[in-house]
């Protein structure tokens, strides 16, 4: 009989554990009730949904139904992205104040589950939210593929190619995702030449790493500044110059953007178009891609330095052997930042003790996405001692490597201690294949070899 008159009880207990806090201490403290989240406030929700959207809004019946959900539950997060969502969406377009909305931002995500990310403060979303930030939803529908674009149309964020947030989204996140971006200082971020601000991206739940090892990343995209380069990170933690590629910014912005809301915008827009609009007419952007999320600045490499790759220890080498242990270079830029650039030549010359030019066989590779070329079938063919020279074209247009890339110069070449290769009679040579540049007025190769080439990628 006692039994039976407490069953109700229960069940009351466990629609009170479910709901969302309607004040500020509403928080249960029997031993029999789990803790509901102090800062989960649904009234508050309410309250700032109705000043954002008003009372009969489809956003005010979403908090009602987020209300009846409860706090942390599945349904109350989904209902939650769908309102961030039409915040994103509402902010799109002229700025107001953004006061109500970081603030209804911060509560709606106290009373969602994201996997136990920390709640920026509403400080944060006031400049995601203002002119020159960014704030929009991902996966929120199936085969989501669109781009979120900062307010100024300055940087833009979507997945590569034909694909869609849910095919980049690790196992366990099938979203939706908040994805929002602030404009930082540019102060001490790169020490090579800026070119653009420093925008910084991020996630909620978060951080997340965006495809599968070895696959393109996220895109991410500066529209603004002529085409150049992406650093990653700044210069006092991992930076890094991304690899080029062009986010197809005027296709973005001018197609997939946001519709005019009246006639008279459709009118300014195209009688007088604002600075973003205007070098859209001349630039496709910088871009470049990465599976993580964090600062990056338009930059500009000025030069592609070569740099060994490991230590040079070049010794019991042999006619028709491949050098051991094998030539490897990375490229950096001129501040020294790696520069995961592919398709970039390098090629191998070598000069013998006499100061004579000697022959150098299958002699050139290709940078990798890291922006490593390694040289693992090139080997000399007479005895003797050398001194290698590597050289680079530096990153241009190569039709041979299928790459079109803002140029950037090649710094000086690299030169090898002197090393020894000693006579083999008993191995015959094997294929020999040698790439002699050619140069046009201002230094650059004309007859770029063959990509891969015997080296491979």
Not at 137 to 143: E, G, I, T, Y
Not at 196 to 217: C, H, K, N, Q, R
Not at 260 to 288: K, M, N, Q, W
Request: one cysteine or more; charged letters at 15%; hydrophobic letters at 35%.
């Amino acid at each position: 009989m006692g039994g039976r008159s407490l069953t109700p009880f229960l069940l009351a207990a466990a629609v009170l554990v479910g709901a969302c806090s309607e004040g500020a201490n509403d928080v249960p403290t029997a031993p029999e009730f789990a803790p509901k989240p102090a800062s989960c406030n649904c009234t508050t929700i309410s309250s700032l949904v109705k000043n954002e959207f008003g009372a009969s809004s489809t956003e005010s019946g979403l908090a009602n139904d987020m209300k009846n959900a409860g706090a942390q539950t599945a349904l109350a997060t989904s209902l939650g992205y769908q309102i961030l969502a039409s915040i994103g969406d509402k902010y799109d377009g002229s700025q107001t104040s953004t006061s109500n909305a970081s603030a209804l931002t911060v509560a709606l995500l106290k009373c969602m589950s994201i996997g136990g990310t920390p709640v920026p403060s509403s400080t944060v979303f006031d400049k995601a939210l203002g002119a020159s930030g960014a704030l929009g939803v991902v996966a929120l529908q199936d085969d989501d593929k669109h781009a979120v674009l900062s307010h100024d149309d300055g940087w833009l964020l979507k997945p590569p190619g034909t694909q869609s947030w849910q095919d980049l989204l690790p196992a366990g996140t099938p979203g939706p995702v908040l994805v929002y971006g602030v404009p930082l200082g540019a102060e001490g971020f790169t020490n090579d030449v800026p070119k653009s601000g420093v925008f910084d991206w991020s996630t909620i739940p978060g951080p997340l790493t965006f495809g599968e090892i070895g696959e393109p990343g996220v895109v991410i995209g500066e529209c603004q500044a002529q085409p150049r380069y992406l650093q990653h990170n700044s210069a006092a933690t991992t930076p890094e110059v991304l690899g080029f590629l062009s986010p197809d910014c005027l296709t973005i912005i001018g197609l997939g953007k946001r519709e005019p809301r009246t006639f008279a915008e459709r009118v300014f827009r195209l009688l007088a178009p604002t600075p973003a609009y205007a070098t859209l007419l001349t630039t496709t952007g910088s871009g470049g891609s990465k599976r993580t999320l964090s600062p990056f600045q338009v930059i500009d490499p000025t030069e592609v330095v070569l740099a060994k790759f490991g230590t040079w220890n070049w010794g019991n080498n042999k006619v028709n052997v491949p050098i051991n242990p094998t030539p490897a270079y990375d490229i950096l830029s001129a501040a020294g930042t790696r520069f995961r650039q592919e398709k970039v030549l390098i090629w191998l010359t070598a000069t013998n003790n006499q100061g004579v030019d000697a022959k150098v066989c299958n002699n050139w590779a290709y940078t990798d996405k890291d922006g490593v070329a390694s040289f693992p079938v090139s080997f000399l063919n007479k005895a003797g001692g050398y001194t290698v020279t590597t050289r680079t074209a530096g990153a241009v247009d190569n039709s041979e490597a299928n790459v079109t890339l803002p140029t950037v110069l090649a710094a000086d070449p690299l030169l090898s201690p002197l090393f020894n290769v000693k006579n083999n009679v008993a191995n015959p040579p094997t294929s020999c294949e040698t790439f002699v540049p050619q140069f046009n007025a201002d230094g650059f190769v004309t007859n770029p070899p063959e990509y891969p080439g015997p080296n491979g990628p």
